[in-house]
C-alpha cells in the first residue's frame, strides 16, 4: 500500500516543527528518514499515526485522502508504529500484550487469549520470527520486546509499518536481526517508513531516502550515496566522520576498583571478581555484549545498586556504602544507560534540569537561595553548545525530541569540574554531526586530565576513543586490551573466547 504525506505543517509554540513537508512512500518500499536531532521525524510519523494533529496538509493512502484523528484511525487505515520508547507492559505476556492492545482499540473484548495466540504463531511462522507468545516481556531481552511491538502492529494487519529509531537500543547482533525482519516483511509487500541515525543501517536495507532538516525536506537520495555524502545532507555541513586523539598521556590512579562484587537481592552475584583502575587522561572503555554486568557495574560506581562488596575509591577515597550524592560530590559524573529513567525529570523545566546536580550550591544557589538569573543564562549558555534545539528554556524536558533530551543530559554531565566521567551510551540518539561534537567533548576531557570509564554498545565508538579496553563477559572482566586490537579479536572476546592480552 501507498501512503503519501503531502505538505504537512505542525507547529508548536513560535516552532515549525514540520513545514510543508511533501513525502511518498510506495508500496513494498523501505523509505529511511535521515535527520539531525530535532529535525521533526517523531512528530511527522507521530502526525500519521494519529497522535498528534498538523496545523496543515492531507495523509493518502493509495491516492484517497483519509482523516487520521487518533492512531485507532491509523491502525483501520493500515498503518502500525512501532514508538521510540515501547509501550508493552512488562509484567503481561506476548499475547496479553497484544490482545490488550487490540481492545483498547477496538474497545470490545470480543478477541480472547486462545484465538490471539494462534494467530500469534501464525504470523510468527509466516514473516520467520522467534516468539513465545506466553513469555513474559520483562523476561525478554529488548530486541525481542521490539519484535513484539511488530507483530502487534502486523495483528492489527498493518500494511504500512512506521518504525522510528528501532535500533537505538539494541545490540550490533540484535540489529542484523531487525534488518533481516525488515527485509522479509518488504518481501511480503508491507512498506516500511525507517528513521534511523546510522547510516550504515540505512545504505544496508533503504530503498529510497528522503532527508528532512529543521522542519523541511531538503534532499532525498539514493542508498549507494556514501556516509559523508549522507552526513553533509543531514546536518548541512561536512561531518568528520573519523575521530582524532592526541597522545595517551595518563596520570595518577583516579578510579580503583578492587574485589568488586555487585548482587541481586537474593544474593545471585551480578558482576563479580572486577579489578581494575582508571588514570587521570585516560578512557576506559567497556566492551561487551549487553547484560553482561554493564549496567550493573556502572551503577554500583555511583552507590544505586543495593548490594556492593569490595572496594571502589575516587582518588584514594573509598565510596562503597555511600549514597549516590555522596557519590557524585566525590567528584563524579554520570551519563546514565536510560535518560528517561535517570537522567531526566521530565515534568522539570530544560534549565531545571541543567542543574540536578548543582542547585544546591554556589554559583546556582546562594545561602540557599536559587539564583534565578544564573539558571536562565547556565541554560542559555549550555543549550548553546550542546546545540539543543528547543522553543524556550522553560519548556518542560518531555517536550524535546529524543537526541535533544540526551543532549542535555550530556550538557549537565560533561560541564561539571569532576574527576571521573562515567558514560553509558553517551551517544545514543544522536545524530551524526552531535556524535562528532560529543566524541570531541569526551576526548577534551581526558585531554583535561579528567579519567572516564566509557560504556557503549558501539564498537566503533569503542575503538575510536578508548586508550585501553575492557572486555565483560558474565559479569567479569576476561582482558583489558590495547584498542590496537582488531574488530574480530574484539569480537571474539566479548562472546567469551579469550585472546591476547595487551
Ligand atoms: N509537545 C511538544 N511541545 C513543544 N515542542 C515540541 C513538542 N514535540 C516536539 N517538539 C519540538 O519539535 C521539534 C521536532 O521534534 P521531533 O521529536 O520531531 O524531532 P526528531 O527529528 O524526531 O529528533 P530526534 O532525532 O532527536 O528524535 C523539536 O525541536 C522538539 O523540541
Ligand atoms: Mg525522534
Redesign the pocket.
Known sequence: MSVELRGITKS??S?V?NDAIDLKVEAGQIHAIL?E???????LMNILFGLLQPDQGEILIEGKAIQVNEPSDALAAGIGMVH?HFMLIPVFTVAENIVLGHEKIRGVGSLDLREARTQIMEIAKRFNFEIDPDALIEDLPVGVQQRVEIIKALFFNAKIIILD?PSAVLTPQETDELLNVMRELKKQGKSIIFIT?KLREVQEVADEITIIRRGKVVGKAKPTATQEELASMMVGRPVDLEVTKKPFTPGKVILKISDLKVTDNRGRALVSEINFDVHAGEILAVAGVQGNGQTELARAILNLEPHVYGSITIDGSEIVGRTVNESLESGIAFVPESRELDGLISSFSIAENLILDTFHSAPISKSGILDLEKIRSNAEEYTKQFDV???SIS?SAS??????KQKVVLARELTRPVKLLVASQPTR?L?VGSIEFVHERILAERDAGRAVLLFSNELDEVMALADRIAVMYHGSIIDIVDPSVTRNELGLLMAGVKGKTA
Open positions: 508548536f509554540g516552532l516543527a535527520g536531532n530535532g529535525a521533526g521525524k517523531s512528530t521510540q529509531e541515525h534545539r528547543l522553543q519548556d517536550s524535546l525530541s529524543g537526541g535533544n540518539g545524530d
